[in-house]
């Protein structure tokens, strides 16, 4: 081998920009949060070949000194940082020093800027090097104007990477909007080949925050969007989260964001995935536009050269916060609903106290194997309460009223059944249509998981204790959540080092594969620091009952149990989708319905 020496600095900067740097992307990610901690206000990008060819960010920012531009090129040189305390607690979006230094390497970059108190705006350029000379003088309002030409010039190898213009720059564009979205105060354009892609005002109230929302999210998006703000111990989470039957089939509308810093983060993953596991059909994915703020000191920004990634110093608090909230807030979304602002400032897991509604249709005993624990769920509905419109007896004509005198409630009044499959209904905008199975299968399911819930966890002894060889890590895991694993009705103990003893399991999973239960709550201790395997064990047993235990199609219901069963959907948490994550209801307004039928035309 050769003598150890010094990399020479262009190679150094080279090398680091395969870390920072590997495609336009990477670049307009850097320079614009340049330009969000320089303070700008308005930030113009114009982009041509997907950005391979030129990149040209300008900003009305506070500019760069002539004295610091030629430091600002260099590598390990930023006005962000100074020492560790401030490491510890980064504010800024960049911090490294690195970038500038980086993309000069590989690329023509020209720098030009000018502060508030310069007579003159100042120019720099360096072409795949360090840069040399002086800035000279040069016309430039307050702000910076970073341009950078032939992306990869000077490194053939790393060009052929590139795909085409088109890969590219929606990579780009899917950079933009993300910061476009995390910082609704700041204007922003973008421009490609000459032609204006968007360009968005800066945001100065809600109904600026939501046109922003559609035009980089769409307008589907915003009608489905709850506005969610929930505040605890020292966590903030705040933004927009789709309702349940708004999901995508791939996970291309998730923009998560801490202290303004878009991440992508599996522990964030998890738990947003997890919150949503209940209402969402089998694949499909969440949509959300959610930003986490926290105490800079409890998250470390500085894990990954191109800061996608963070890690939390309690990780375990972050995760139930982030999931107690997002579940919460779906739970409390009713029909008639179209955006909810969810605020709380209390400790989440307390009862919202929401009444739940008695009212309902006889439910069949559940067929099959069924602990003697949940039988008692049928005896939850009574029969349909007294008092329900019927709508033979309404007076005709114009839309309906209740019998004394209120609103019509969201879902309305039944009207008739249909095929023996819908209810048909009225409420104040025009028809209702209901899933009278998939309500009442969603209906049937919550009321299984409150019975579940209201009692403590039944667990019961193994026959046989299991002993299962795991890694050391994982055995120490379980040795240290012995008291939280026994919460959830699993006792294992420790008999080597890497080797566990299941002793009891909670007695509703008798029939569950438990060694491989015990394996995948060990790995999601390990990764995410909580597990929730056992709840979906569960739910996922009351979930067959109460499909089996609900009303099934083609059978025929008087209106005043149609009406029981509205009420009860309006009651009952998640009721807009069935337990499968299916839609169980939808309406059609008079405007629909006129322009059904031509009407007005």
């Not at 509205?566 to 499968?580: F, I, K, W, Y």
């Amino acid at each position: 081998m050769s003598r150890i020496h010094l990399l020479e600095p262009a190679l150094a900067n080279q090398i680091a920009a395969g870390e920072v740097v590997d495609r336009p992307a990477s670049v307009i990610k850097e320079l614009l949060e340049n330009s969000l901690d320089a303070g700008a206000r308005n930030i113009e990008i114009e982009v041509e070949q997907g950005g391979a060819r030129r990149i040209q960010v300008r900003d009305d920012g506070g500019g760069i000194e002539p004295a610091d531009m030629c430091l600002a090129l260099a590598r390990h040189a930023t006005s962000k940082i100074a020492s560790l305390d401030d490491l510890e607690r980064v504010a800024s979006l960049g911090f490294r020093g690195e970038a500038l230094a980086s993309i000069g390497s590989v690329s023509r970059l020209s720098l030009v800027s000018r502060t508030a108190d310069s007579d003159c705006g100042y120019r720099l350029e360096t072409s795949g090097s360090l840069a040399s000379g002086e800035p000279e003088p040069a016309a430039h309002p307050r702000g910076t104007t970073l341009c950078v030409r032939d992306l990869f010039f000077n490194t053939p190898a790393r060009r052929k990477f590139l795909r085409t213009e088109r890969t590219e720059f929606g990579h780009l564009e899917d950079v933009v909007k993300r910061i476009a979205l995390s910082r609704p105060g700041v204007g922003f354009s973008l421009r490609h080949q000459a032609r204006t892609v968007f360009s968005l005002r800066p945001a100065e109230d809600e109904s600026g925050q939501d046109r922003r929302l559609a035009s980089l999210c769409g307008p589907a998006f915003v009608d489905s969007a709850i506005r969610v703000d929930v505040e605890r111990g020292g966590l903030r989470l705040h933004g927009w989260l789709a309702q349940p039957t708004f999901s995508r089939s791939q996970a291309d509308l998730q923009f998560f964001y801490v202290n303004g810093r878009s991440v992508r983060d599996r522990l964030v993953t998890h738990a947003v995935r997890e919150a949503y596991r209940d209402v969402l059909y089998h694949g499909r994915h969440p949509a959300y536009v959610l930003f986490l703020e926290m105490d800079a000191a409890q998250v470390d920004v500085n894990v990954h050269p191109a800061k996608h990634e963070v890690r939390f110093r309690e990780g375990r608090m972050v995760h139930d916060f982030l999931f107690r909230s997002i579940h919460q807030v779906i739970a409390e979304v009713r029909p008639g609903d179209v955006q909810v602002e969810h605020r709380e400032h209390a400790a989440l897991g307390e009862s919202g106290g929401t009444p739940v509604y008695q009212g309902g249709l006889a439910m069949a005993p559940a067929p099959g194997r069924v602990s003697e624990e949940l039988r008692g769920v049928a005896g939850l509905y009574a029969p349909p309460a007294a008092g329900h419109r019927d709508p033979a007896a309404a007076a005709a004509g114009n839309a309906p009223v209740a019998p004394d005198g209120s609103a019509v409630p969201p879902l309305g009044y039944a009207l008739a059944q249909l095929q023996g499959v819908y209810i048909l209904a009225e409420n104040a905008d025009g028809l209702v249509i209901v899933d009278m199975h998939t309500a009442h299968e969603r209906i049937t399911y919550e009321r299984m998981k409150q019975a579940y819930d209201s009692a403590s966890v039944v667990s019961q002894p193994m026959l046989v204790p299991l002993h299962i060889a795991v890694s050391e890590r994982e055995a120490d895991c379980a040795e240290a959540e012995a008291a939280f694993l026994e919460s959830l009705g699993v006792r294992v103990e420790r008999s080597g080092p890497e080797s566990l003893t299941v002793r009891e399991i909670p007695s509703l999973l008798r029939e569950a594969d438990v060694e491989q239960m015990v394996r995948d709550m060990l790995a999601d201790m390990v990764t995410h620091g909580t597990t929730s395997r056992i709840r979906a064990h569960v739910e996922d047993i009351l979930r067959t009952v109460a499909c089996h235990g609900s009303v099934r199609a083609n059978r025929r219901l008087t209106v005043p149990e149609m009406n029981a069963l509205l009420r009860d959907m309006e009651a009952t948490e998640r009721s807009g989708q069935c337990n499968h994550g299916r839609p169980t209801w939808t309406r059609l307004g008079m405007a629909d319905l006129d322009a059904l039928f031509l009407r007005g035309r």
